[in-house]
């Protein structure tokens, strides 16, 4: 007896595996009022932020007539977006400045033990990375939208300390070089 033919409709080949243990937080949710002839006709809209703690973490951004529909929908859209962090033993490898629209947002690395010193949509984004020590100040727009955006694009410019010596060609010393001095 000849195989079945596989039914293509069934088929969960076609669509993207989505990642296993993500994490969503809700940033922040707003109703909007239309006036029409009957009273008032309210509609939704959602920020969400997603991760998986280990170093990827995506922003979406959803409307609908129902808050149920509005976070899934934004849940959908920052899964598909989501991108790769630099995270160096739970904090970050840098300083640096993320700027979108008027938000600005200042990440700093933290000693270990220090904590997630952050509020609002920053410690959202910083927690759904996994990052466990940094420093963080809003500096720009209050908007969460832009600061959420603001907080991953400074996350996005990090760098490893390998990636750079490797972009300027530099060779990295072994620790156990540097510190036992040659002896003369």
Do not use: W, Y
Not at 57 to 72: D, L
Not at 104 to 113: E, F, N
Not at 121 to 130: C, F, K, S
Request: net charge positive; proline share 5%.
């Amino acid at each position: 007896m000849p195989p079945k033919p596989r039914d293509r409709r069934n088929s969960r080949s076609d669509t993207p595996s989505e990642p296993k243990e993500t994490t969503e937080k809700v940033v922040f949710i707003n109703r909007c009022a239309k006036v029409v002839k009957g009273g008032r006709r309210f509609s939704f809209s959602a920020l969400i932020v997603c991760g998986d703690h280990k170093g990827k973490v995506g922003v979406g951004f959803g409307k609908a007539n129902e808050v149920s529909e509005a976070i899934r929908k934004a849940t959908d859209a920052s899964r598909k977006h989501m991108v790769k962090i630099a995270v160096h033993e739970n904090t970050i490898p840098h300083e640096v400045l993320g700027e979108f629209g008027g938000g600005r947002v200042l990440l700093r690395p933290a000693s270990p033990g220090t904590g997630v010193i952050a509020g609002g949509g920053v410690r959202a984004v910083i927690e759904a990375v996994g990052i466990r020590d940094v420093l963080a100040k809003s500096l720009g727009s209050s908007n969460h939208a832009n600061v959420v955006h603001a907080t991953i694009a400074a996350l996005t410019q990090l760098r490893q300390k390998e990636e750079i010596f490797r972009l300027r060609g530099k060779a990295i010393r072994a620790k156990v070089e540097a510190a036992v001095p040659a002896a003369a």
